[in-house]
Structure formats: structure tokens, C-alpha cells
């Protein structure tokens, strides 16, 4: 039966390639979009959890936490180290890591912070920076492979983009740090003094110890609250006495936030999918209504030398099935290679996709588009072997 | 032994045709002459149970066709009949061995078919397409998809009717030495024929076919 099948198969083989190609275009889209759309969020989130709260320069809540979180908009501005010294002494607190955003390595971004910071980072050459000593940096993967950078180079950082204007001190590279296939990849983190070394040594207007932001993990979300409610909107004296308004917010309701906007184009995409899916059905019916001529002097042969109805339905159903099974691993295996391809693009986004991760509903679109490809060839096959053979 | 017992058919056109009880031997070959329309096919495909009379009965080997269910119908055309149809009701694009192991899927042994292929003279065109291949090989490859499965009962429509008079002679003489031992009916216009035949009915001499008739019984060979 099954050899009969694949013989059969073979002859309809351009009308075959045509189903197939169509479910795997459909579904194939459908579960990609699904699938990137569905790991972004849960990896924004995830990122987003790590900390319990953000404080920084009043200001757009989403600028910061794409700032200290991504690295993809310009600080808010800054605000005193003496902040941080505060919350480190707060019982409430378990970790506190400032951080500040200042000057570039050709064109990658320079951070301040602490050891603390690259927390859950593996490290491929080298070692993480000793946060009580300065001018170390521990640079991301694409620095290092982009600028030909070993451990124990040095590298000269400068204010802008302009020639000229790279500052004379150098920084050791002390660690390079593993493909993460995430912003991480494209920054230089260093310790918060050489940053502060950098601009005190070079004749700058001398400034108190400033940075960008701090990022709290509180003992519970229930005093995660509290300290929020005490620096949001906190005025505090800033370089040259000017007064810093604070604000304190929970990077979860930020996320959530932008996925609240990302939404809205995920819908659109959805959509696509939809009107690609009906086009889909579309195609296929066509497809099986030019096939029906075809189908029905096959049948109708079959039933007159004697093959039941049993039988020919069993045959079809396996065609069907045989088409409808590869169609959709084609489609499965087509969205998980274009996840490798999408990787590099999220991955501005502090995400990496996981290839081996299914949700449950793209099973249940799989499935769908399955069905829905094979029914009206199936629902055809059905009527025709129950009409007599005469007919 | 099949007999035809008070058997009319009535199609949806109204036109109808009643068969005179007629008896066919087991063993014995036959050939029914008539015009087009007179019922020569329709008597055959109410053989194969391919259509159900619209009365009377048809009784082979004492087993009354119409009590039979499609099911059991379908069993016995594919294990007892080997059909013969005059357009071959073969699959074009597929080759001559996939048309005769199609019986496969309902578990008929076609081991045999390369034998009675060869015995046709078409062996070499055993993996060749049916589109490729003249009416003449086409008709012996449905010969064989017929005789492969040893049916008790062959029956062939028109068997000659695509093709020229010495082929067509040719096929009727392979048909009969290969139905040796069968119930052989064959339908076919050209008396010529005859003389292979243990029997011919004329059915030209009962009636148009339209009403009120058909057939005899068989009439013995001249």
C-alpha cells in the first residue's frame, strides 16, 4: 500500500511539490514569527527580572533600562557615586552595581561598573577586572575578534568618534569575554575609577565621582517597593551643587512597557500570517480542484476492478498524510533555520534565540495547517470512493 | 455458473433493458454479438456486480449477486472476475508492472504477471509508461492485470474495438488459450471472431435494447 502510495505520489509529483511548498511557506512563517516574537519577550523579560529596581537621572523610564540594560540609548545623565554608597549600607539590599556610560573604542561602547556587573558571563580568555584596581577592561567577544584584541593588549579610549581626541592613557585588556550573540558582545567594561581616572588626568573641570545609573537587587519585591518609593522623584545635590532629580523604577514595568508597543507589530505580523495561511487554503484547493479530474478516473478505475472503498480512502489518507507530515517538518526545520539567521538581528536586543525551544502553540499551528492542508484533498477523496464505481 | 434470472436494468434516462434468463457455463467461453446499446456491456458489468439489476437476479455459483453486500461485491470482483474493459482503465503515467501490482493493495499475488506478460510478448515493456505503449500492448497489459489473480470468471468488453482486425484476432486468440479451464464472456461486434468461441449469443436479434428485451439463449456455435 504504502509502495503504491509513493508510486502514485511520484506521478503527482509537480501538483505534490507545489502542496508542500505552500504549507511550508505558511507554516513556516507562521511559527517563526511566533516563535522570535514569543523568545524576544521572554528574554527581555528574563533580562529584566535579574534586577529588582533601576535608579537613575529622572527621565524616560524606557531610555534607562535600554541604557543600563542593552546599552542601545544615550545615559539620562548623572548623578553622584554617593548614592550608591548609601544603598550599600541598606540592610534592605543584596547587591548593588553602579554603572556609567562614557566614551568609546572605536565605535564600541565603554562601561564603568563592577565585577558584579558581567555576573552570569563566561569569560574565554583571561579574567573577570579586580574592582579595587583600575585602567583593567574585560571587552566583549566581537571587540576582541573585530579589533584583533588579546589579553593583556592595551587599548586607548576617547571622548567621541573625532580623531584626536583619544585619551592617553591606556587600559589593559585583562579578559575577553565568551560570544553571548548579545550587546555584551560590543562593549568594553572597565572599572568605574578608570573612567573617572580617564577624565580627572586629562584637565577636565574636576568633578565629584558621578555615574549613570545603579542597579538594585532588593531581598523581596516587598522592599524593592520601598526603595522605590524613597528615590523616585528624590532631589539630591549634584556636581556643582546642581540638584539631581531621581527616579526609581522596576525594569519589569518598563519591559513591559515596550513589549506593550512590540505588541501592536506583532499583531501585524500575526495577521500577515493569517492572510498567508488563507492563501494558503486557497492554493491548496485550487490545487486539489485541478487534481479532482485526475483523482476521480483513479479512483473510479480502481473501484471497478474491484478495490474497496476501504482501501482507496486508506491509500489517499496515507498520501495525504505522507505530504502533510514532510510539509510540516519542512516547515519546522525552514523556521528553525531562519531563527539561526534572525540570532545576530535579536541579539541587539540582549536576546538569544534558542533553537531548541517549541511552545505548545506552534505545535497547535503546525497541526492546523496540517489538517487544513490535507482536508479538502482528503474530504474529496471520501466523496468520490463512496460513489458507486458505475458512476 | 452464472444465470440470469428475470433481470431488467432501468437507467436514470428511462430507457431500460430486459435480459431472457440465460445460463452460462462454467468453463466454457462465450461471445455476445449486438449493436451498440442493445445491453452486451451493461449485462457484463451486472456480472461483475458493478451495477445491481433493477430486478431479477443474478446467481453465480449459487450465490445471489444482489443479496451481496458492496463490500462482499467488491471481494468477489477482485478475487473471482478479471475484467477486460475496452478502454483498458489503466494508469497513463504510471508503468505496465504498477497497473497489474495495483491488485496488491487488496493483497492479490501478482507474482505470476512477468510469465503472462512474456506469454503476450510484452515482457520488454514490463517498466515502460502506458502512455508510451500502441492499443494492441495496452490491451494485453489489462489482459494480464485480468488473468494475473487466476479469476474463475473473465470478462471482456470489447476487447478488439481500438484496435485493426489481425491484431485484434491475435488478442482474441491469446485471450481464449489464456482463459483454458474459465468462464470466458466476451463482448465484441465482429463475427469473424466467432470461430474462437464455444458459444456466440446474438443479442442484434432481440431488440434495440430499449425496452422490452434483449437476449436469448446462447446459440450454439455454427
Known sequence: ?391 | MIEIKNVTKEFQNETAIDYKDMVFENSKSYMLLGASGCGKSTLLNLIAGIMAPTTGSIVIDGKRMEELSQRERDKFRIEKIGYIFQDFKLIEEMSVIDNINILNIEGIDTQGAPKLLEELGILDKKNAKIKHLSGGQKQRVAIVRALVKSPEIILADEPTGNLNFAIGEQVIKELVKASQGKTLIAVTHDERLSKYFDFVIDMNEITSGKRDVVSEEGTKKC
Open chain 1, 1 to 391: 500500500m504504502l509502495k503504491f502510495a509513493l508510486k502514485n505520489m511520484a506521478i503527482k509529483r509537480v501538483q505534490i511539490i507545489l502542496v508542500v511548498l505552500s504549507i511550508v511557506i505558511s507554516a513556516g512563517i507562521g511559527v517563526l514569527a511566533f516563535n522570535v516574537s514569543n523568545q524576544v519577550s521572554d528574554g527581555i523579560v528574563s533580562n529584566a527580572q535579574y534586577y529588582s529596581l533601576i535608579i537613575g537621572p529622572s527621565g524616560s523610564q524606557t531610555q534607562l533600562v535600554m541604557n543600563t540594560m542593552y546599552f542601545s540609548e544615550e545615559p539620562l545623565g548623572t548623578m553622584p557615586y554617593s548614592v550608591v554608597a548609601n544603598l550599600e549600607m541598606d540592610s534592605r539590599v543584596n547587591q548593588v552595581v553602579p554603572f556609567a556610560m562614557a566614551d568609546s573604542y572605536n565605535g564600541y561602547g565603554v562601561v564603568g561598573t563592577t565585577s558584579a556587573y558581567l555576573d552570569g558571563k563566561t569569560i574565554k580568555e583571561g579574567a573577570l577586572f579586580d574592582d579595587k584596581q583600575e585602567l583593567e577592561a574585560v571587552i566583549g567577544y566581537n571587540v576582541a575578534r573585530y579589533n584583533g584584541l588579546n589579553v593583556g593588549d592595551t587599548i586607548y579610549t576617547s571622548h567621541s568618534a573625532i580623531e584626536g581626541d583619544t585619551h592617553e592613557q591606556g587600559i589593559k585588556v585583562v579578559g575577553i569575554l565568551n560570544e553571548s550573540h548579545s550587546s555584551f558582545d560590543n562593549i568594553v567594561f572597565t572599572q568605574l575609577k578608570t573612567l573617572w581616572h580617564m577624565h580627572e588626568h586629562e584637565g577636565e573641570e574636576a568633578h565629584s565621582h558621578e555615574i549613570c545609573a545603579i542597579l538594585v537587587k532588593a531581598k523581596n519585591p516587598g522592599v524593592a517597593l520601598q526603595i522605590i518609593n524613597e528615590y523616585d522623584g528624590k532631589h539630591i545635590e549634584g556636581d556643582n551643587d546642581k540638584d539631581v532629580t531621581l527616579q526609581a523604577i522596576e525594569p519589569m514595568n518598563a519591559v513591559r512597557g515596550i513589549l506593550k508597543d512590540a505588541d501592536n507589530t506583532k499583531y501585524i505580523v500575526f495577521v500577515l500570517c493569517a492572510v498567508i495561511l488563507i492563501m494558503n487554503v486557497m492554493i491548496i484547493s485550487i490545487i486539489t480542484l485541478l487534481n479532482m479530474y485526475h483523482s476521480s478516473k483513479e479512483i473510479t478505475l480502481m473501484r471497478l476492478i474491484g478495490i474497496s472503498m476501504r482501501k482507496i480512502n486508506m491509500l489517499y489518507i496515507i498520501q495525504n498524510g505522507i505530504i502533510g507530515i514532510v510539509s510540516t517538518l519542512l516547515a519546522f526545520g525552514v523556521s528553525r533555520l531562519c531563527l539561526l539567521f534572525m540570532n545576530d538581528y535579536v541579539s541587539q536586543m540582549g536576546v538569544v534565540l534558542n533553537m531548541g525551544k517549541v511552545y505548545p502553540l506552534e505545535l497547535v499551528i503546525l497541526l492546523g495547517v496540517f489538517v487544513i492542508s490535507i482536508l479538502p484533498t482528503t474530504i474529496w477523496t471520501l466523496v468520490m470512493s463512496k460513489r458507486n464505481a458505475q458512476e
